[in-house]
């Protein structure tokens, strides 16, 4: 059965970077696309951006670019989410989520980036 | 820019029906695909309704989605509530600037 499982939670100071996984199994990794979308303490989904996981080609959503990159470990199905410069803003889980289709149909369970001094 | 509008929180008693809308801000929502998840506290989202009104195996039938061309909205309709459709329930289409664009969700409290 298809499973996104994501790195822990983790505790950073602002400026500091952060590197998220998210491990696919259960289908071939290169043939969907991954999403990464934001969720703020109590906000609603923020659509972050996508990953081609065929060419590594990131596309970043308003609001997520220069701080933020996607990239991919092909050989170890894993995608990443890597932000740097940390925010207190910045904090909230971060989801993978793989498109076979329309929708997001498969999420990984989330991580918890917590900003703090 | 594009958005979707959701009502902030709705509520119900048991057995009745409830609807959630999402309004498009701009353009015909006709022209991309709507999709609803449902998020309970502490979870991922999962898909309930996607292409507008199709159901993914394993959704209960009492979920259904409609599209509203004059109102320039979609629906998401959950009949016979039950205490477990207690989540949030949020909206997603695609924009013109190839963007997918989440509502801002909806608390659906069942009581």
């Known amino acids: 059965q298809v499973q996104l499982v994501q790195s822990g939670s983790e505790l950073k100071k602002p400026g500091a970077s952060v590197k998220v996984s998210c491990k696919a199994s259960g289908y071939t990794f290169t043939s969907y696309a991954m999403n990464w979308v934001r969720q703020a303490p109590g906000q609603g989904l923020e659509w972050m951006g ?56 498969y999420w990984g369970q989330g991580t918890l980036v917590t900003v703090s001094s | 820019n594009f958005m979707l509008t959701q009502p902030h929180s709705v509520s119900e008693s048991p057995g009745k029906t409830v609807t959630i809308s999402c309004t498009g801000s701009s353009g015909s929502i006709a ?73 801002g969700g909806t608390k659906l409290t069942v009581l």
């Open chain 1, 50 to 105: 996508w990953i081609n996981t065929n060419t590594g080609n990131p596309t970043y959503a308003q609001g997520f670019t220069g701080r933020f990159v996607f990239s991919l470990d092909t050989s170890v199905s894993t995608a990443y989410l890597q932000i740097s410069s940390l925010k207190a803003e910045d904090t909230a889980v971060y989801y993978c989520a793989s498109q076979t289709t329309i929708d997001f149909d």
């Open chain 2, 31 to 103: 022209s991309n695909y709507v999709q609803w998840y449902q998020q309970r506290p502490g979870s991922a989202p999962t898909t309930v309704i996607y292409e507008d009104n199709q159901r993914p195996s394993g959704v209960p039938d009492r979920f259904s989605g409609s599209i509203d061309s004059s109102s320039n909205s979609a629906s998401l309709t959950i009949s016979g509530l039950k205490t477990e459709d207690e989540a949030d329930y949020y909206c997603q289409s695609y924009d013109s600037s190839n963007s997918w664009v989440f509502g």
